[in-house]
């Protein structure tokens, strides 16, 4: 952050705070029920949709899945791609067991920055568990 104050007169109020990139609220986007080939163009759109601005932090919670495929892991992956593209973050959040397994047989959980509760401080990956 920088605030800078011109040389000017005593009494003239301070420029306006510049920031170097926009600040953004965090998003959360809540998943539940199946997550197959045809839910997986509905989570791409919802989660392009929060990626575009530059540091942009979405949490995917995907709690409440009961059954994941492989290619909306794959859909994560581009999203988190993009995230760091436009130098923000995305981290998924207390992953089901349905998730955990899908993301441990796919191996694709090492490439996702892994929050394993809601309430976790700090992101973990999920190879370092």
Same mark, same amino acid.
């Given at each position: 952050?920088?605030?800078?104050?011109?040389?000017?007169?005593?009494? @003239?109020?301070?420029?306006? *705070?510049?920031?170097? *990139?926009?600040?953004?609220?965090?998003?959360?986007?809540?998943?539940?029920?199946? *997550?197959?080939?045809?839910?997986?163009?509905?989570?791409?759109?919802?989660?392009?949709?929060?990626?575009?601005?530059?540091?942009?932090?979405?949490?995917?919670?995907?709690?409440?899945?009961?059954?994941?495929?492989?290619?909306? *892991?794959?859909?994560?992956?581009?999203?988190?791609?993009?995230?760091?593209?436009?130098?923000?973050?995305?981290?998924?959040?207390?992953?089901?067991?349905?998730?955990?397994?899908?993301?441990?047989?796919?191996?694709?959980?090492?490439?996702?920055?892994?929050?394993?509760?809601?309430?976790?401080?700090?992101?973990?990956?999920?190879? @370092?568990?």
């Amino acid at each position: 952050m920088t605030i800078e104050y011109l040389p000017s007169d005593r009494n @003239a109020p301070p420029p306006p *705070l510049r920031l170097p *990139l926009p600040m953004r609220l965090p998003a959360t986007v809540f998943v539940s029920g199946v *997550l197959d080939f045809s839910t997986a163009p509905e989570l791409r759109e919802r989660l392009m949709e929060r990626l575009d601005e530059p540091g942009a932090a979405v949490y995917v919670d995907l709690s409440g899945v009961t059954h994941c495929a492989a290619q909306p *892991l794959g859909v994560l992956i581009a999203a988190d791609r993009r995230a760091r593209f436009h130098h923000g973050h995305l981290f998924v959040v207390a992953p089901s067991p349905a998730v955990e397994s899908a993301l441990a047989d796919s191996g694709m959980g090492r490439l996702l920055t892994i929050v394993p509760t809601a309430a976790a401080p700090e992101p973990v990956r999920a190879d @370092a568990a």
